[in-house]
């Protein structure tokens, strides 16, 4: 069952621009997870953030959770051509696997 | 680094052929998955296992068995494959309890059915 949804579907920005994600879900959730994939690749875990949370950082990456909303955001702040990918959010509730959201592409133009 | 290692990165096979999809896990991880990704679809989870021997039916099983004889092994099987079975297949591991663990992919393997 499809839990998390990215907004937007795409997005493209400049060089040096901040890029925000946003995802949603519909039940409580013990943690959040973003995952990144280049094109044709396997994913990569970026960050993962739990319920009692509301926000973390890890070097140009920004996550909130807003778990009243039952939403978060990822901003990658100062975007480079190398940022572009796919991103996924990923929910965990209770003690079952996590899923995957569809994903936002993300381009990043030089 | 964990490396999650899946044997071939492209395929074609044709229709009815049975198709083995292997994938190797280098860090003792207790979990492993396989997946697989379709254009709108994003991932959804076929089958995953938490132990030598265990298997758990994911969102999308049919179609699909697996195969976990060793901690660091875990098959995909497509018993008889067929043209809706084409998509790219991800493999991926995780240490410990299931919750609030970072899940390793693999490459992924781009499998074709005609």
């Known amino acids: 069952s499809q839990q998390g949804e990215e907004d937007p579907q795409a997005l493209s920005i400049q060089e040096g621009e901040n890029a925000t994600m946003n995802c949603s879900y519909k039940t409580s959730i013990n943690n959040l997870q973003w995952y990144r994939q280049n094109s044709g690749r396997g994913l990569v875990h970026l960050i993962l953030?739990?319920?009692?949370?509301r926000e973390k950082h890890s070097g140009r990456l920004r996550v909130t959770l807003d778990t009243s909303k039952k939403s978060s955001s990822l901003l990658i702040t100062a975007s480079r051509a190398a940022d572009t990918a796919s991103y996924f959010c990923a929910t965990q509730v209770g003690y079952s696997t996590l899923t995957f959201g569809k994903g936002t592409m993300l381009l990043v133009s030089p | 680094d964990v490396k999650v290692t899946q044997s071939s990165r492209y395929l074609v096979k044709r229709t009815g052929e049975k198709v083995f999809l292997e994938c190797v896990q280098d860090?003792?991880?207790?979990?492993m998955f396989w997946y697989r990704q379709d254009p709108g679809l994003g991932l959804r989870l076929i089958y995953f296992s938490y132990d030598v021997k265990m298997k758990e039916k994911g969102d999308i099983p049919e179609g699909y068995s697996v195969s976990r004889e060793k901690k660091e092994r875990f098959s995909l099987i497509l018993e008889s494959a067929s043209t809706n079975q084409t998509s790219m297949y991800l493999c991926a591991s995780s240490f410990g309890d299931l919750v609030g663990n970072t899940i390793y992919f693999g490459e992924g393997s781009w499998l074709t059915v005609v």
């Open positions: 860090m003792d991880h207790e979990n």
């Open positions: 953030i739990r319920s009692n949370e």
